[in-house]
Structure formats: structure tokens, C-alpha cells
């Protein structure tokens, strides 16, 4: 069981460092988002400073979104969804496998990369390493909850535009606990913990409720 | 390995999509035996291999599975269809290696494997650059690296030129000399010994449902 979980976590790093596959686009489409967002706004570094956490998270949202409508459909369309219910491992274990080998190309380099993104929305230091550590423990949320739309949208077509509505809802609360997070870092009345412990529950929430629902869905899909 | 073991389905129904596919389907499988399943396209040869691969559910009827102990049917599978499950960016060897861990029991080695369907040149080469029979080769050497007793595929021979056609059946004689089982859907003979065959009908009577494309 542990075998075919590292096996099927493996696979799925390998694929997403090969061409095509989502390893560095979504670090890209981050930066992008990042770097466009101070054109539009204009050189007030202030209002960029205060806004920026902000700016990070939602840009780390729509590059967490960017990705997911292939997680399970690519496997969907060349038949190795039928190879992977054949293992002897529950069907919860490899979303989880495939979940964590997403979240390790996606969520984690966006959160490693934040220092370098937050110099463009002027960061203070401590903002930075705030922004690091909630994105690296609200990310896998994010993720998560997104499985479970992606699992149900895996045979549909045009899945990615119907994941991003079905999805999106469920975010903001993620959303609302990271920005308060990096906020109350730099300043504010609210100590930085009281919002950071609610992101990491939400994170845990969403681990189990994300793998046992996308298992569902993927059961039912039929 | 494989002594003991019995398929057995027991008219067996299938509906998608709310229209009744096929019904009374009945046999029984045991080591060493082969079943065919001949029918015309959209007869529901392929749905009935997607049932007892557990991935769609049975409307009435059922499969039993025995002397496997606690391990379910799926688990004692090896399921080869029109998409082969290999993944294009992955090399051959990546492909099987990855199968060999995820399904354990491990057989063949991915280089014996590949050796026994003649593609071991291929090896080192990522399977989105081989031709179509190739990779529905590389598929069929899946079977070899994870033992599994009972094989079900789906048009094993559809884009195999001749002579892997003659070794596709020498490997399937051979898995049944061990004691393995086969349920194969085909349209071309597959000149295996004494098969059982069961030829599946679209059921009587279909719905009135206008604009039924009969």
C-alpha cells in the first residue's frame, strides 16, 4: 500500500518536471500576476505595501487554480484512472499521493519564491516571512478543496472553466484567514496566531474532507 | 498460485445512461481457462469487461469471486483497454517500472518484460514518440510485470501487426499454463486452444424511446 503510494507520488513529480508538464508554469503565471499588478495600480509603494499580501495570496490562488483542472483528467483521458483503481490501495490514498505530488510542484515553490515576489509589491521583511509561512500552510487548503472540484469536473471537457466557479466559493475562507495572517504580522490589533491557527485548520479540514470527498466523486464518476 | 480460484458471473445486467445494454450474462472462469467475447461494436463487449474491472456497477445480477482470500477482484486484475494508461512524457521503462510498484507482485522485470514483446530497443524512449502498436505493446507488456491471475482485454490484437499477434497469443498460453485466466473481447480470432466463447446480444425489446438509433 505504502509502495503503490510512493510509486503513483513519484510518477507524478516526474511527470510534472517533464515538458508539459504544470512543475514551473505555475510559479511563472504567480509572477506574472505578481509583476502585472503594480502596472495597474501605479508607483505608490505605500498602497502596494499595504495591499501586497493581499495581491500574493490571490495570485497564489489563481495559480493554485491554474493547474488543477488536469489533476485527475489527464488521467482520465489515457486510461491510467482504470490502472490506478486496479492497486491494492483505497482509492482516498491515491488522491492523497496525487494531491501532495500537486501541491509539492505548485503550493510549495510559490511559497518558497514569496521573498523574491514580495520585493515587487514592497514587503517589509517580516511581511515576507509571513507570506512564507502562510502560504505554506494555507496553500495545501487551497489544493485540497480544489481536488474535489477537479474530480468531479475529470470527464468534462471544458472541466477548468466549471472547476474555478465550483471552487472558488470554498477558497475564501482560506483566503480571508491568510491575508488577516500576513497582515497582523506587520501591524494591525490582531496577534499574528489567533488568524495563523485558523489557516492551519482550515488546511486540516480540508486535508480530509478534500481526500475522502474527490474519492467520492472520482467512485461516482462513472 | 492462481489454484483455487473461481470467476463466476451469474446473469449479469448492464445499463448506461438509463438504457439496458445487455442481460443474462452467465459463465464461469477457472485457472487455466480462456474466455472470448465476440458481439458486434456497441453490443456491450467492452461495458462487460468495465464490470468485472469493478469500475462500472452491474443493474442486476452478479460476479462472485472466490478463493482469493481477502483480496478483491480488482486487486487480481490486470485491465488492458483502447486507452493504454501509459503516460507519453514517460519512458517505456518509467511506464512498466511504475506499474510493477503500484499494482506489487512483481513479475518480469520492465527489461524482460519489454524483451518478451520485442520492444526493448524502445526502453529509453518516452512512449508519446512510439507508433500505436508499439505502445499497446508496451501496454501488453504491463501484464508481465505485476503477476496478476486473471487478464481482462479489451481488442488485444487491434493495431498488432502478425507476428505480434502470434507472440500476444503465446504469451497469453502461457499465462494460462500457469494457471491463469483470460477474458478477452475480440473481432479477430486469437487462435487460442479450446476457448469458451460467449457471444453478447444487445438486449430485446428496447425502449420506445423515438429517435433510438436501431
Known amino acids: ?222 | 498460485m492462481g489454484q483455487g480460484l473461481r470467476l463466476s458471473v451469474n446473469n449479469l445486467a448492464c445499463e448506461r445512461g438509463g438504457r439496458r445494454i445487455f442481460e443474462g450474462v452467465s459463465f464461469t472462469l477457472l485457472p487455466g481457462e480462456a474466455l472470448v467475447i465476440t458481439g458486434r461494436n456497441g453490443a456491450g463487449k467492452s461495458t462487460l469487461l468495465e464490470l468485472l474491472a469493478g469500475r462500472l456497477h452491474p443493474a442486476g445480477g452478479k460476479v462472485l469471486w472466490e478463493g482469493a482470500g481477502e483480496r478483491s477482484l480488482p486487486e487480481c486484475l490486470h485491465y488492458v483497454g483502447h486507452r493504454d494508461a501509459l503516460k507519453s512524457a514517460l519512458t517505456a521503462q518509467e511506464n512498466l517500472d511504475f506499474a510493477q510498484d503500484f499494482l506489487g507482485n512483481p513479475a518480469l522485470s520492465a527489461r524482460e518484460a519489454l524483451e518478451a514483446v520485442g520492444l526493448v530497443h524502445a526502453a529509453r524512449l518516452p512512449v508519446g514518440y512510439l507508433s500505436a502498436g508499439q505502445r499497446h505493446r508496451v501496454a501488453l507488456a504491463r501484464l508481465l510485470v505485476a503477476y496478476r491471475p486473471l487478464w481482462l482485454l479489451d481488442e488485444p490484437t487491434s493495431a498488432l501487426d502478425v507476428a505480434s499477434q502470434e507472440t500476444l497469443r503465446e504469451l497469453l498460453e502461457d499465462h494460462r499454463a500457469k494457471g491463469g485466466m483470460i477474458a478477452a473481447t475480440t473481432h479477430a480470432p486469437l487462435f487460442l486452444s479450446e476457448p469458451k466463447e460467449i457471444r453478447i446480444e444487445r438486449s430485446a425489446a428496447p425502449s420506445a424511446a423515438a429517435g433510438e438509433w436501431q
Open chain 1, 1 to 222: 500500500m505504502i509502495r503503490s503510494f510512493r510509486a503513483l507520488l513519484i510518477r507524478d513529480l516526474k511527470l510534472a518536471a517533464r515538458v508539459g508538464g504544470s512543475g514551473v508554469m505555475g510559479l511563472i503565471f504567480f509572477l506574472m500576476i505578481v509583476t502585472l499588478i503594480p502596472f495597474a495600480l501605479g508607483p505608490d509603494l505605500n498602497l502596494l505595501s499595504r495591499i501586497g499580501p493581499a495581491i500574493l495570496w490571490i495570485a497564489a490562488l489563481l495559480a493554485t487554480l491554474i493547474g488543477l483542472d488536469r489533476l485527475f483528467q489527464a488521467d482520465q483521458e489515457d486510461g491510467s484512472l482504470e490502472l490506478l483503481r486496479l492497486s491494492p490501495a483505497p482509492l482516498e490514498l491515491i488522491v492523497l499521493a496525487k494531491v501532495i505530488a500537486y501541491w509539492l510542484t505548485t503550493g510549495l515553490p510559490l511559497a518558497v519564491a514569496t521573498p523574491l515576489f514580495g520585493l515587487l509589491v514592497a514587503l517589509s521583511p517580516e511581511g515576507m516571512l509571513a507570506m512564507v509561512a502562510t502560504l505554506l500552510v494555507g496553500t495545501p487548503a487551497l489544493t485540497f478543496i480544489g481536488a474535489v472540484g477537479a474530480a468531479l469536473t475529470a470527464s468534462l471537457r471544458r472541466g477548468g472553466l466549471i472547476l474555478a466557479i465550483l471552487v472558488l466559493p470554498f477558497m475564501i475562507p482560506t483566503l480571508i484567514f491568510g491575508v488577516s495572517a500576513a497582515n497582523a504580522a506587520v501591524g494591525g490589533t490582531v496577534p499574528f496566531a489567533t488568524p495563523f491557527l485558523i489557516l492551519i485548520a482550515l488546511s486540516l479540514v480540508a486535508a480530509v474532507v478534500g481526500t475522502v470527498g474527490a474519492a467520492a466523486a472520482l467512485r461516482s464518476g462513472e
